[in-house]
């Protein structure tokens, strides 16, 4: 089945060491997003690529950066996590296009915990 | 900035009893989406909204767009424990497709 594959699911890290999280897509599409969503929050947009191009939210902070090397594949790298990073990353995908209002589909979700 | 509303942030029912959330926003929008969130799981998408007065039913669920395009509900009917999650609207904010979240409401089920 088509699907939004994040890995892993669960990442430790400790306070200040660098950590990427990984996000891959069968869909095919051409947006991928990633978003920070804390306990009993919404999620909160990082940035996204539309086909290779970045974009990236007024207040996302510096420590977070990410790559797209491909279609299929994105990254999200933080670079000195601190325990404020702690969250559940969600990678999501859509097909823009049309009139652009196409649902997202997201990934199972990384889980940072910062020690 | 654009934000969507909504309400209640929490709502706890009786297995049986019906369930209704609501989003609003000061502006129009030009759609509104739904997604559901089980605990531990992630967002799932349930039904987009475009136009004016549109309703769209998904068996026990209803969600309604209003005439001025300005507020949307979803309304469970007879909930089950399979219901219990949390609910977000969003819209589309931007031009290349960034969903803007309402903050969601909680949906605890009492068997």
């Known amino acids: 089945d088509a699907m939004v594959i994040q890995n892993p699911r669960y990442q430790v890290t400790q306070f200040g060491k660098p950590v990427t999280l990984s996000c891959s897509q069968t869909?095919?599409?051409?947006?991928m997003y990633w978003y920070q969503q804390k306990s009993s929050q919404a999620p909160k947009l990082l940035f996204h690529?539309?086909?290779?191009?970045?974009?990236n939210e007024a207040d996302t902070p510096d420590n977070f950066q990410s790559r797209r090397p491909n279609t299929s594949f994105c990254f999200l790298d933080i670079r000195s996590p601190g325990l404020g990073d702690a969250a559940m990353y969600l990678c999501?995908?859509?097909?823009?296009?049309?009139?652009?209002?196409?649902?997202?589909?997201f990934g199972p979700g990384t889980r940072l915990t910062v020690l | 900035g654009q934000q969507v509303m909504q309400i209640p942030q929490y709502q706890h029912v009786q297995e049986g009893e019906d369930f209704t959330t609501y989003c609003n926003s000061s502006t129009t929008l030009s759609n509104i989406q739904w997604y559901k969130q089980r605990p531990g799981g992630h967002p799932v998408f349930l039904i987009q909204?475009?136009?004016?007065?549109e309703v769209k039913k998904q068996k026990r669920l209803t969600f309604q767009f209003g005439e001025a395009k300005k507020n949307s509900s979803l309304h469970i009917t007879a909930t089950q424990t399979t219901d219990v999650g949390t609910y977000f609207c969003?819209?589309?904010?931007?031009?290349?497709?960034?969903?803007?979240f309402g903050k969601g409401t909680k949906l605890s089920v009492k068997p």
């Open positions: 999501a995908t859509s097909r823009a296009g049309g009139r652009g209002y196409n649902e997202q589909f």
């Open positions: 690529y539309y086909d290779k191009d970045f974009n």
């Open positions: 869909l095919n599409h051409n947006v």
């Open positions: 909204l475009v136009k004016s007065g």
């Open positions: 969003a819209e589309y904010g931007g031009s290349q497709g960034n969903l803007i």
